[in-house]
């Protein structure tokens, strides 16, 4: 059985069941409409990014079941396997795009991917590179940045 779902920007996609299932918003709507061909409309997932989410929907279809209780930040961190991480090597648009759709569809093993690439990304970065990266502005003064430095010295 294939399962309809339509991006916010209104491209269709025909998915399996089982691979879009490992969503939870998907299997919540399948399983309230059981008779029907009602597609599922992802108001807040773009064409481009549900493509990547259901690359990646294929390639763990035969994964067990995803468990909150099986998985710990640590286990996860040593335990990416190498298609995930070439995976999750995108630009920084797209990695942010798949992390926020993994959320609002409750992908939680991609959720948690997306979170590792933007650490990644942010390793090792400076304050200045890390709010260029996100597009924040500075928000301090040079005033408020030099009474931080007289109250909080560098760490060493």
């Not at 335990?79 to 926020?100: G, K, Q, S, Y």
């Not at 569809?105 to 390793?123: D, F, H, S, Y």
């Not at 090792?124 to 924040?136: A, L």
Request: aromatic share 8%; net charge negative.
């Amino acid at each position: 059985m294939a399962i309809k779902l339509i991006t916010s920007d209104n491209q269709e996609f025909v998915v399996d069941d089982k691979i879009a299932a490992q969503s939870e918003l998907v299997e919540t709507f399948l399983a309230e409409h059981k008779e029907g061909d009602d597609p599922l409309h992802l108001t807040n997932v773009d064409g481009e990014t549900l493509k990547k989410i259901i690359e990646y929907c294929e390639h763990h279809k035969d994964d067990k079941p995803y468990a909150d209780e099986y998985y710990d930040a640590c286990e996860l961190a040593a335990a990416t396997d190498p298609w995930d991480e070439e995976f999750i090597n995108v630009e920084h648009n797209m990695l942010f795009n798949i992390l926020i759709s993994a959320n609002y569809m409750i992908i939680k093993p991609l959720l948690n991917l997306g979170c590792k690439g933007v650490a990644n990304v942010i390793k090792g970065k400076s304050s200045d590179e890390i709010r260029k990266i996100f597009g924040i502005e500075e928000d301090f003064t040079e005033e408020d940045k030099e009474q931080i430095r007289k109250e909080q010295p560098p760490l060493e």
